[in-house]
């Protein structure tokens, strides 16, 4: 049983943290959070043991009503590993205390590179030995990784380019714009995202192009990839769908207005969340060598199920293959319609149950 | 236990089966779908008994792989009351069917008034007697009965004026518009919900006009009551604090960026809904006899409540205030954050669970 | 001929400059801008003279190849009266610069009221005597006191309520928010509209709320004014029809998707600017003595022909009657469109010129 | 002298007939509306003569107050050339009655390509002989074709793949959609975009993937082009700067929160209109064969100048170097900001006119 804290319960740390708590062989000790606000004071309802983030504010969770079980340092003494889930640029300054405290840590892909002994995806990264941090990709990058590193075994990929259209603000960011605009962000290209991947697949040769849209949800990328062999369209969506990781939203007769997050939540998932890549089955298509599809990426989910399989890398001995195989079994990742093209029903659901 | 059937598992019919199947005292039998699509496999997977709504259509679903129970016919047959929840005007299509049938019968506010023995609001409802159907009223109508209810009962209403800003679309529905402008919808004042309203309270007068933005997620009213007394600021938030079906969202020194339905998830609502009416507690203020305040509807879910004490009402004796009890109680309706101003926590939540 | 001087060539400047520039009576002396940037460059192509706001960075100016005629000071010296178009709160620091020439001021209303000795709006305000400086009102205000003024002269107003739906950011701020969301801004109530109305008009009681929009081109406003008598809605709208800064938009039946910036556009108006208020003329309704319209404010441009009128306030001995023709001439304020119901065309536009 | 008619005063007409009004060698004869509605208002407000689309419509512009000087039959007897501006797929309805009355046709991209002799962009297209009727490709297929006609000229292309990121609507359109999401549009990939890029140039090799966005002002273009050489980024920047028909946007320095259309009427243009691509300079990026940039198109607009010379193609024995040199100096097309990186300013403008 893996102990895990997570320093930080935002966006991001209250899914990894509900993920941790669903994993049979994890251990929620307790989250944080800088203040007593209603994030606090969701993860008390939720009965996560709330630890205060920074030692001279736990006094101002007690006169709010919040109780804390300690601060970070009492929460870092008593875990196995450590997720940081602050926001960018702030793993950075966390990290001596981490190290101070002898605790294995977890860092976001907001992080530089630099900061952790190896960067980390669980479908992509080649194997990684005897570290003491890891860092997890950005959504984005999470996203690009799942997608080329099957593409790249299968068929070799020669070059891929990518624009990725990006949301403006999370939902909760309601000061963030743009209105009414698409804008280069940023101006040049290529955009960084390129580089990161490689911090996962060193060997593939990918240029980015990044815009900022008004829109909340999630992330849209138009991808092409040129590939060293040429697969049939058919082959390469066979591929994609037996990747775990990503979903195959089927095509339009099957579905009229969809919100995907809305499936998600039809589904049973808290917060509609998806973590798999959302790829348009439709869009998959091969010109020659030529392959071209869209897919969406949920910017404030896709990461969790890569958090979690990083806490067993850097505290187990567990295979990829099976933490995978574990952590999606425990959050229902991986989906998969029953009314999706040549795809035949996995469970047959009846009108009973 | 009344058994319940759910006509039409769409954007309301999906939430209106998730609590009808959450009360202790009643049984969801099935519900309908007039298609083989996502939404009748997300009803399949959540272990509901599917029904095909057109007869002959039943046989799609087959085809698709998803298996149903009976007809529509089936499903009435086999109900002590069936909540319709097809769109708006279809309601009215469909009243013969349930009249063949003898099925009590509960519409949306979409339908005409006329549809029902009565119009129906839990809150704000006068009593009613032997009626056969009941038409629960629309979200925005929903949202200003409860309001406007307590507010006429403690200090009586001379005239309501509300500026509803609403939703262009629902987030599934990507197609509808306006984009980067804000619309008079209708141009004429005032709007219809005045007079809807009237069909709940007849002696409140009540002006409103309405707007349409390019947003997804809730109506936003402006409200504008002009009272027969005089109360201070304070009396009113103590009044509206006390309405189990608003929630006050408190000031903003304790909240930051903030999504409401972002809230709602992190505090366990499936899908992120909020079935109580958002009042801005530090927006709500008294000048003279005129009382302002902005307030959130959530249309995709408001009514949700509503028409499980609909319900009750129909086909049972319990009274409305057990109903709203009981329903309040099994869906967690009534929320009061810890962090309100002049509310004292109810549940002091400990660090430990 | 007044001399006039634009400090501050940004969104209302640059207007401000071109409608000076059209008046019979005036002459634009220059601009002034703090940066050799586009807007810089834009001043010069339009002939107009450009000047350093700042004198430290005079020379920048030059080394850009933007050819400067002196700085701030030197303008004020050459000028009879200045136009502070300078950031909100910007105007205060440069006060002191204008005092220190003697050159009488016109700011603009994000300025507080008592930087100069009137707040200004040529319609509503009262006789003003003496002064050498004025503060033109806001964009929203200026759009308040229009409609006001004359429904207190005719009428009297016993209470106004504004619900006002402001854009987010002007089309060329691509940074602000929000995105997906209508927001009270600010979240209490009443605004400070109405306080700075009563600028304008001191014995009209107002009482504001406001919101902000993800939208960009103009604010919307819902408005309720109860009367002190009742007029018939005929009667109102041919009140409003017969003032020149407010432009009735016909009923929906002459027009379809219409932006309203397209039809100036179409009209020959530089920018699609409306100076005038956009009032739906289908929209204006009264209920006993409660009246209700919706109006559109286009925050870029609606202050201008005030500026204009301000001008010849501080300088000359004009009427403010006489000075508004003045302005509406050379501007070609108050459209009055061929399709209006009850207005009989004023010209009668044949086939042929 | 060129007798020119517009058939269809809408979006693109208007400003057709403008910039056809503009040409020294071109005389508009007249427009045509279907209704007399705000259009048609303006057409005549502007001094152009106006004609009946449909003949049995006639009347009801005299009963509206707007003189027509006759049908469409009229207009087409009296010019060299029509140009059809009705909405997409009415050019096809109205091809037989311009062939009737013998009048050479311009359509606009939205028609099929086999509606005329052939595709036309003025840039790109090949020499045309013979033709009695020419189709100006849309106005994305308009960027496309300026922007890949000097790259393979100068270094040949291997293949071309854009992703397209479209407006929703144009900015009077209130009701088209999406709200708050990034659609796939259409979901399959490669869009048609390609294909018709290959009407003008056939042997470009172009792969398109389109998305629709919540914007209304312009569409956004990411650009890969793989070339059969390697030139420099300088080179390139210098050969497009060269192009008349595209803007490059210079870096962002002198710019701050800029919007185009912006831009555009602080230069005098009416509408804000941008009829050349604009290429964000700094996008312009070469890696290794690999050449990357974006560009935005303004689809009211582009298309304009190109009808222009689309009029002497079938009109005149006039050089296409000759007509667009001719276009662009009557229009004023051919921005070159003196703010340019790298570009020596070619008219010093003075502090002094």
Redesign the interface.
């Known amino acids: 049983m893996t102990r895990v804290g997570v320093n930080g319960y935002g966006t991001i740390g ?1 899914r990894v943290a509900d993920a941790v708590a669903a994993q049979p062989d994890m251990e929620l000790v307790g989250v944080t959070k800088t203040s ?4 606090a ?2 993860a ?4 996560y ?2 630890y205060a983030a920074l030692d001279d504010r736990a006094a101002a969770f007690e006169d ?6 300690g601060t970070l340092g009492d929460l870092l003494d008593a875990v196995d590993v450590v997720v940081d889930c602050a926001p960018s640029g702030v793993g950075e300054r966390n990290r001596p205390t981490y190290e101070a405290h002898d605790t294995p840590a977890i860092y976001q892909g907001g992080e530089d590179a630099a900061i952790a002994d190896a960067s980390f995806n669980a479908r992509a990264s080649a194997e990684i030995r005897d570290a003491d941090s890891l860092r997890v990709v950005s959504c984005n990058t999470t996203g690009l990784s799942r997608l080329l590193a099957p593409l790249d075994e299968a068929y070799g990929v020669e ?1 891929a ?1 990518v ?1 990725l ?1 990006r949301r ?2 999370d ?14 962000d940023p ?4 955009s960084h995202h390129g580089p990161d991947v490689n911090e996962i697949l060193p060997d593939v040769s990918v ?1 980015t ?1 990044a ?1 900022k ?5 999630m992330h ?1 990328h ?1 991808v ?1 990839v040129t590939l060293e062999r040429e697969p049939t369209t058919a082959e390469v969506r066979e591929l994609l769908r037996g990747e775990t990781r990503l979903f195959l939203i089927p ?2 007769r ?6 995907l ?3 998600a ?4 998932r ?3 969340d998806f973590w798999e890549n959302c790829v ?1 089955e ?4 091969v ?1 020659g060598r ?1 392959l ?3 897919q969406n990426v949920h910017q404030e989910a896709d990461v969790v199920p890569e958090n979690v399989d990083a806490i067993r890398e850097l505290t187990t001995d567990v295979s990829r293959e099976e933490s995978m195989a574990r952590t999606n079994e425990a959050l229902g990742v991986g989906l998969d ?3 999706s093209d040549g795809g035949s ?1 996995r469970d ?6």
């Open positions: 209250k007593p606000d209603y994030g004071e969701a008390l309802r939720r009965g043991d709330l709010a009503g919040l109780g804390v079980a070059k380019r624009t259209v403006g603000g939902p909760s960011e309601t000061d963030r714009g743009p209105i009414n605009d698409v804008v280069p101006a040049t290209v290529p240029d192009a815009l849209a008004p829109v909340t949800g849209t138009s092409n095509e339009a099957h579905r009229r207005r969809r919100d997050k809305d499936y939540s039809d589904l049973g808290a917060r509609g348009w439709e869009s998959i298509s010109e030529d071209y599809l869209f319609s029953l009314l029903p047959q659901v009846a009108a009973d149950d």
